[in-house]
């Protein structure tokens, strides 16, 4: 039990921003080819924290996530509406936060610096600015005016611009063409700028400390 998380962490989140990348590609070419995405998304979330829970407490309610969010897209087919689309971001939004606090958790408590590790922290860096991205959809579904900059050109598309918000305010390098104008999602928005800042210099000292423990222990 104790022996999976590593290496298959480090193989699951790398394919989860990978999926990422394609849903703005599909999104432009078709849009149910972009919602298509979520299945893969929300499986590789799912098998991420059971490679990061060996006690299994955080991957059985990931588990029922999950099960709502089926039982969500149901709904979504037969009676569409705004509420039932936020709610399908907001639970995809808790499956990734969960998977960033255990892969946090995991990757600040190892021993040695490993391509693995190296892996994770890049892995986790990305899918904080992606589980900003999905809140921030969420939000904007329900209220569309809590963004400025956004092209209504459909769902897919909406989400392809939030989330690549999200990571350029999450590295500081956001280039001003989307803007948040409700409180909360500036808020939010300064939130994610700070945490990506803290994860950065936390990060840096903890692999330059690992590197000079086993340069020291050679």
Same mark, same amino acid.
């Given at each position: 039990m104790h022996g999976r998380p590593e290496r298959v962490h480090s193989v699951l989140l790398p394919a989860f921003v990978a999926l990422l990348v394609a849903q703005p590609v599909l999104a432009a070419v078709s849009e149910v080819g972009a919602?298509?995405?979520? /299945?893969? !998304?929300? %499986?590789?979330? +799912?098998?991420?924290?059971?490679?990061?829970?060996?006690?299994?407490?955080?991957?059985?309610?990931?588990?029922?996530?999950? /099960?709502? !969010?089926? %039982?969500?897209? +149901?709904?979504?087919?037969l009676a569409p509406g705004p509420m039932v689309h936020a709610s399908m971001f907001a639970g995809v939004t808790v499956l990734s936060s969960m998977n960033v606090v255990l892969g946090v958790r995991w990757l600040f408590a190892s021993a040695r610096i490993t391509v693995e590790t190296l892996l994770s922290a890049v892995s986790v860096y990305l899918l904080i600015g992606t589980t900003f991205g999905l809140l921030y959809v969420a939000i904007y579904t329900l209220v569309p005016d809590a963004y400025h900059g956004v092209s209504p050109a459909g769902h897919p598309a909406e989400t392809a611009e939030l989330i690549y918000f999200s990571i350029g305010v999450l590295s500081?390098?956001?280039l001003g063409d989307i803007l948040p104008t409700h409180p909360l999602t500036r808020v939010l928005t300064n939130v994610e700028s700070v945490t990506g800042q803290l994860y950065m210099a936390v990060l840096v000292a903890i692999l330059i400390t690992g590197y000079a423990s086993g340069a020291g222990g050679e």
């Open positions: 919602e298509v995405l979520g /299945v893969p !998304l929300i %499986a590789s979330l +799912v098998a991420s924290l059971w490679s990061l829970d060996p006690g299994g407490r955080w991957f059985r309610a990931a588990l029922g996530v999950a /099960v709502a !969010l089926v %039982a969500i897209v +149901v709904v979504h087919v500081t390098s956001a």
